[in-house]
């Protein structure tokens, strides 16, 4: 079965440090570059991190660069997302994406159901 | 970062007519060395992850119903429900993915009037 499982979602202290993980399946995981996007409530989309389909290539939105980082681990099929120093702007349902191409950019043909990150104090 | 705005923020359509979403780029997405529009469409869903409709501006996901299409160029698009129905009550989206990052339109809430 072809999906993205997120996790690790919760509610944190601002200042603090979370890490979210996709597990994907039913696909060959390695052939694609995988992204994170995030929706605050009630609000639209906004992209957060990509890694092209080797990891060679990341990239981050100005919001959380230098905060964040994003990695893929090919034996487990998992796509992770280290948040650090965690603001309370960046609460929101954060998706895990699939590019359609093996390359950093790309819109995305498969997405997780996501997981709430909360900060707050 | 290439902007993206789409027009109107919502609207409200009967059921069976057609409803119209506008997305403006703030640079063209047409690549000239393979003459594609770097853009998609996605429908979002209450309480559900958003879902890819269409890319390279106007070809439909595999089992998008027909009555979705896409058109436009450069910097101009449009995404057409031509009967809508009751299940397409939803957010719509566009995305550039010309370059990164891969920004999206503020969105478009459409409802049954």
């Known amino acids: 079965q072809v999906q993205l499982v997120e996790s690790g979602g919760g509610v944190v202290q601002p200042g603090r440090s979370l890490r979210l993980s996709c597990a994907a399946s039913g696909f060959t995981f390695s052939s694609y570059g995988m992204h994170w996007v995030r929706q605050a409530p009630g609000k639209g989309l906004e992209w957060v991190a990509v890694a092209s389909h080797d990891g060679s290539d990341k990239y981050y939105a100005d919001s959380v660069k230098g905060r964040f980082t994003i990695s893929r681990d090919h034996s487990k099929n998992t796509l992770s997302l280290q948040m650090s120093s965690l603001r309370p702007e960046d609460t929101a349902v954060y998706y895990c994406?699939?590019?359609?191409?093996?390359?950093?950019?790309?819109?995305?043909?498969?997405w997780g159901r996501g997981t709430l990150v909360t900060v707050s104090s | 970062d290439i902007v993206m705005t789409q027009s109107p923020d919502s609207l409200a359509v009967s059921l069976g007519e057609r409803a119209t979403i506008n997305c403006k780029s703030s640079?063209?997405?047409?690549?000239?060395?393979?003459?594609?529009?770097?853009l998609s469409w996605y429908q979002q869903k209450p309480g559900q992850p958003p879902k890819l409709l269409l890319y390279?501006?106007?070809t439909r996901e595999s089992g998008v119903p027909d009555r979705f299409s896409g058109s436009g160029s450069g910097t101009d698009f449009t995404l057409t429900i031509s009967s809508l129905q009751a299940e397409d009550v939803a957010v719509y989206y566009c995305q550039q993915y010309y370059s990164t990052p891969g920004t999206f339109g503020q969105g478009t809430k459409v409802e049954i009037k």
């Open positions: 640079q063209s997405v047409l690549y000239n060395s393979d003459n594609k529009n770097y």
């Open positions: 994406a699939k590019g359609y191409s093996s390359s950093w950019l790309g819109y995305f043909d498969l």
């Open positions: 390279w501006a106007s």
